[in-house]
């Protein structure tokens, strides 16, 4: 867990690790340089928990930097992170580590979230994607949330790549990582369903102070990605420029779906989703472009759908 300047939440988001109901964990907090009481409320839990690592840094020098002193200094086999200004559920990391050891072929796995306000008053639910296929589908398209890269569980095998987190990134250095693992390691990501992390959103959170560069930095965290992919890649890169709820007009549609489906086609050539996942893939998409197309349009196709194409299958 990595702290910057916040006295206001640190020990919130301590307590809510400290009464994980699994219990055989180490924790890690780098402290990247703060100037207010954080260090001192870190210091004190240190001397009460053995679990508490705790690794000061002497000056501040960004999330990626600080995240990268604590993975280095891990020993677990199984890794993830905790924003401090966030609160995990109590079942959170138990539920992770189930899913994990149950699972050997996934690599990473998220759970779904809550939006709080400050006080940690519930904006809105969000229960992310629990498939591999189709978080990394918008994972790279952008068009809906997949992770929260905060509370991801890895398995330790993949951090073995240089960089880990890139000091060069100021925003979405999570984002950059996790398409790394996926091109470089071949890494399966899933979702727990269960809203088991608290995300609290306010005026100093990494989202906030980025607002208006954000877009920029969410486009530079996915272009090593479609790079990969050459031509392919550089084709889908207009669909992430438009700014969400992504509208497409008749012709933008028809490019939307060609597009997407050699995406598709791509993706499964390179092995960064099963084969057996592309019938999957080809829906989601139909369901992602059908989305953005105007509402009478919707309403056209669901009554095609419904009153027309049943009767002729027949």
């Known amino acids: 867990m990595p702290v910057y300047n916040n006295e206001m939440f640190v020990a919130e988001a301590i307590d809510s690790i400290l009464a994980q109901t699994f219990t055989d964990f180490e924790f890690l907090i780098v402290d990247d340089g703060s100037r207010d009481r954080s260090l001192a409320i870190i210091q004190d839990y240190a001397e009460r928990d053995a679990r508490i690592r705790f690794f000061p840094l002497l000056e501040n020098r960004g999330v990626a930097v600080a995240r990268n002193t604590g993975i280095a200094q891990a020993s677990g086999e199984l890794i993830t992170g905790m924003d401090s200004d966030d609160v995990s559920r109590p079942q959170r990391l138990e539920k992770q580590v189930a899913f994990l050891c149950a699972h050997p072929e996934i690599g990473g796995v998220g759970v779904s979230h809550q939006v709080c306000d400050q006080a940690l008053i519930p904006i809105v639910s969000q229960r992310l994607p629990a498939r591999h296929h189709s978080i990394i589908l918008h994972l790279i398209l952008y068009t809906r949330s997949t992770l929260k890269c905060a509370n991801v569980m890895l398995r330790r095998d993949y951090f073995d790549i240089e960089p880990l987190y890139d000091p060069s990134y100021v925003y979405c250095i999570d984002l950059e990582l996790f398409l790394r693992f996926m091109w470089a390691k071949r890494i399966r990501y899933a979702n727990l369903q269960e809203q088991l992390y608290l995300y609290r959103r306010h005026e100093n959170t990494s989202a906030s102070r980025h ?33 969400p709820p992504i509208d497409f007009s008749w012709r933008e549609r028809r490019r939307a779906l060609r597009d997407i489906t050699r995406l598709i ?24 472009v059908e989305s953005t197309t105007p509402r009478y349009w919707q309403m056209l196709l669901h009554w095609y759908r419904h009153r027309i194409a049943r009767h002729v299958q027949r």
Do not use: Y
């Open 211 to 243: 607002r208006d560069s954000a877009r920029e930095w969410i486009l530079q965290a996915r272009r090593p990605t479609l790079r990969q992919l050459g031509e392919i890649g550089a084709n889908v890169e207009w669909i992430i420029e438009k700014t």
């Open 265 to 288: 086609e791509a993706m499964v050539a390179h092995n960064w989703v099963d084969a057996d996942d592309e019938p999957l893939l080809q829906a989601e998409m139909e369901k992602l």
